[in-house]
């Protein structure tokens, strides 16, 4: 396609995201939680792995382990066996101990509030962060997983499009420039949703995708 100002661009962002919109009118977080501990401890588990195994184990864990201290007192062969079918079931196990630790010693077992605070925790970065902000406390926040990575460069919604491994922090910011922060949050699941849906890895379904009247990758394929 001819290059692109970055008026024409914002412009047709906002319009694909009117379509996402109208495709996916009510988008949800996909975990399974009943509280903030509960979200906090599943988006932890929930890295490299995919949320619906992750919400095949948190029943019993949730059922077990109801509060920070519980946590911070479990024994980790415990915890390993219940999110045993997870990738990297050691390290999670022991980032959920030490997050148990951290809530009951330095925030009163209660899950801050905080961009700041909360990536202090162990096993929590950003993306962690921003998917408690905005689904347990409606604190704007835009994770940035694998489908975001993938949909914003297929759509080339960022100025580094060509990047396969581009810096999640970077795109963050540039992609949430771009939108109001009351839409962070539900425009992050939207993207998530679209990918898993149509912009698959391997083979996206471009033949059915709601995206393919502007989307630049399509016209060049």
Sequence with gaps: MARETKAARLARMHEEYRILCDEIPA??????FSNPLELLVATVLSAQ???????????ELFRRYPTPEDYANANIEDIESIIRTLGFYHAKAGHLI???????ERFGSVVPRTMEELV????????????????AFGIPGFPVDTHVMRVTGRLRWRSDWRIRRSDPVKVEKE???????????????????FGRA??????????DCPLAGTCPSFAVA
């Excluded at 988008?27 to 399974?32: G, V």
């Excluded at 792995?49 to 029943?59: E, P, Q």
């Excluded at 030490?98 to 009951?104: R, T």
């Excluded at 149509?198 to 033949?207: S, Y």
């Design 27 to 32: 988008p949800r977080c996909a975990l399974h």
């Design 49 to 59: 792995t995919t949320d619906k195994r992750v919400n095949s184990v948190t029943g």
């Design 120 to 135: 202090t925790l162990p096993g929590v970065g950003r993306k962690t962060a921003n998917v408690v902000l905005g689904n």
């Design 175 to 193: 992609i949430c420039a771009c939108f109001p922060p009351e839409e962070w949050t539900d425009l992050s699941h939207r993207l998530i949703l």
């Design 98 to 104: 030490g997050l148990g630790q951290a809530l009951s």
């Design 198 to 207: 149509t912009c698959h890895a391997r083979k996206p379904d471009c033949a």
